[in-house]
């Protein structure tokens, strides 16, 4: 016998007993109450926890339609099936609308139990999915050592702070804070040790402030201070100082004093920028500022803000850079767990600079985006790896090819022409394409993402989100995204067989992905071990350097035929 908690909202005590038989006819072992005014239901859904509501259409001092306001009132989500002579189909569309589960009809009782447990069984869903975008949501907005907002929720929590400033034309005053040495401290003491530290500095920090100024820690050693409401420019040199007398006295770390001594950069709204994203860039620099002069403090200037020599120099080498044929691409195959095939390939660029080497992208796509570089980059490679991509194809070696759009990138407005153009000119199938974007340059701004992505999923690409996990990407707004793929950011693959936390994360992010039918990617996966536990909770496909780290073509070739696994969809079995 199944037990089943019902609530039954019914006036007519027979039909209460007729829907309870059959219910025990079905082996079900009911619990139940039978109410028929709004008083004694919200009674019941405040005291008591029911697994279902089986209501009637209307009753002398009740109808189904005040009995669903009333559980949404309460806030609670439970399967909710009217249960009634007929209504007409207009009603029924109308309480279907409302919020009821399903209708059956009181004189043919045979759907009532597919009905129960189909909705008990959604419902089930329903709170999987609510106890995952939790835990997303968590580790999306809280900092894990610390206890303090992380950077994606002070970004948003600077947004709003400049809002409200600007409606009110305050000033606000955002402080970059960069511990000095903290490297040291880690290397010496331990990492253990070192978030101790971290932990005991947030809580100093946290004793001078008053809400609603915030604090946040953004960063490895790295903390944001938003002072929402600065009287006077000048008071900023009084609540530094404060801020400096409460680090001054050392921490004493397993009987151990460290001292700890901070750069900190300011920026002032409406002085120095009028938007949140120029407001921490400003604060970025005047820290850099700091920490270069050795001084404690540096309150932004326009002088500050200027490219380093090394930077200029790469910028205007990057373009003939790309003309001159310098950069290449490097693969990485991505293996299909349940096949043990694989699938597709990453395609990763590199810059083979005449004086410095290779170079990894980090060290000039962020050039690329400052100097409008980023769309001939993106143009290059995305008609290199298509390119290779159907050349591998007319060998027989079927493998998708996925490519990486820098956030800038997937904001311009002539991003899907671009892709059309390569895949027209490269006569590649849409379909062995996929693009993967961040979350961050999702989150950047979700409507124009939205739209992008709409139109590049018109195309026949397919679309994945990389680095998941890290950024802030609600459930709701992926449902809503056209997306074929979410790769699990690494950082939560490489600690998971001894960090719990990280090992609930990457299930619960499996388990989101499979609900939402997206294909799970997992990312750095370094051994064998690794790949089995990823296996146990069937993530559908893995890259990391135990199957292959990045290689050029020619590599490739010899890869595929040392590999264990079979490439693509050729026949031929190596194993
Ligand atoms: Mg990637």
């Known amino acids: 016998m199944r037990p089943l908690r019902a609530l039954i909202v019914e006036d007519s005590e027979d039909d209460a007993m007729l829907l309870l038989h059959e219910l025990q006819r079905a082996g079900y072992k009911v619990t139940h109450a039978v109410v028929d005014t709004p008083y004694a239901l919200r009674a019941e859904l405040t005291n008591n926890t029911w697994d279902i509501i089986y209501s009637d259409f209307s009753m002398p001092q009740f109808s ?130 070192g978030d101790v530290l971290l932990k005991q500095v947030g809580l100093r920090l946290s004793g001078v402030l008053t809400s609603p100024d915030i604090i946040a820690r953004i960063g490895g050693d790295e903390f944001g201070i938003l002072l929402s409401s600065l009287g006077a420019v000048d008071e900023i040199h009084a609540i530094i100082k404060k801020l400096q007398d409460f680090l001054a006295p050392s921490f004493m770390i397993d009987g151990v004093p ?62 003939e850079g790309i003309n001159k044929n310098q950069l290449r691409l490097h693969y990485q195959p991505k293996l299909e767990l349940a096949t043990g095939r694989v699938v597709g390939l990453e395609a990763l660029v590199r810059w083979e600079h005449p004086r410095l080497g290779l170079l990894y992208p980090d060290k000039f796509i962020l050039t690329a985006e400052q100097t409008g570089l980023v769309n001939p980059l993106t143009r290059w490679v995305l008609l290199e790896a298509l390119r290779y991509c159907c050349q591998q194809y007319e060998q027989g070696i079927e493998l998708k090819m996925n490519v990486n759009l820098s956030a800038r990138s997937l904001h311009d407005p002539q991003l899907v022409g671009m892709v059309a153009d390569a895949l027209e000119t490269t006569a590649a199938k849409p379909e062995y394409l996929v693009l993967e974007v961040t979350e961050s340059a999702i989150v950047l701004d979700p409507v124009r993402a939205e739209e992008t992505l709409m139109a590049l999923s018109k195309l026949g690409v397919g679309l994945s989100i990389d680095d998941f996990g890290t950024g802030y990407t609600s459930l709701a707004s992926i449902k809503r995204l056209p997306i074929n793929e979410i790769k699990i950011d ?35 996966i370094e051994t064998q071990e690794v790949l089995d536990y990823l296996n146990g909770l069937a993530c559908n496909e893995v890259q990391g350097y135990h199957i292959c780290k990045p290689i050029t073509p020619d590599q490739l070739r010899t890869w595929y035929a040392a590999a264990p696994w079979s490439i693509g969809n050729t026949e031929e079995d190596k194993s």
């Open 64 to 193: 189904a339609f005040d009995a669903l306001a009333l559980v949404h009132n309460v806030g609670i989500d439970i399967p909710f099936i009217i249960v009634s002579g007929t209504i007409g189909e207009d009603r029924a569309v109308t309480a279907m609308k409302a919020g009821a589960h399903d209708y059956i009809l009181k004189g043919n009782l045979k759907r009532l139990i597919p009905a129960t447990e189909r909705e008990l069984r959604e419902a089930l869903v329903r709170k999987d999915n609510r106890r995952a975008d939790a835990t997303i949501h968590r580790l999306a907005y809280v900092d894990d050592v610390t206890g303090l907002p992380n950077r994606a929720r002070f970004q948003e929590l600077i947004e709003a702070a400049v809002q409200e400033a600007k409606k009110e034309s305050r000033c606000i005053a955002l402080l970059l804070m960069d511990i000095d040495r903290f490297k040291e401290v880690n290397d010496t003491l331990g990492h253990d040790r």
């Open 258 to 319: 460290i001292s700890v001594e901070a750069s900190i950069g300011i920026a002032i709204m409406p002085n120095h920028a009028e938007d949140p994203h120029m407001l921490l860039q400003m604060a970025d620099i005047a820290m850099y500022r700091a920490k270069r002069m050795a001084s404690n403090y540096a309150i932004y200037e326009p002088k500050y803000n200027r490219y380093s020599p090394a930077q200029l120099g790469l910028m205007a080498e990057l373009r």
């Open 490 to 524: 690494r950082s939560f693959i490489l600690n998971m067989l001894t960090d719990n936390k990280d090992a609930m994360i990457v299930r619960s992010v499996i388990e989101l992905g499979h609900n939402l039918g997206l294909t799970v990617v997992a990312e750095g």
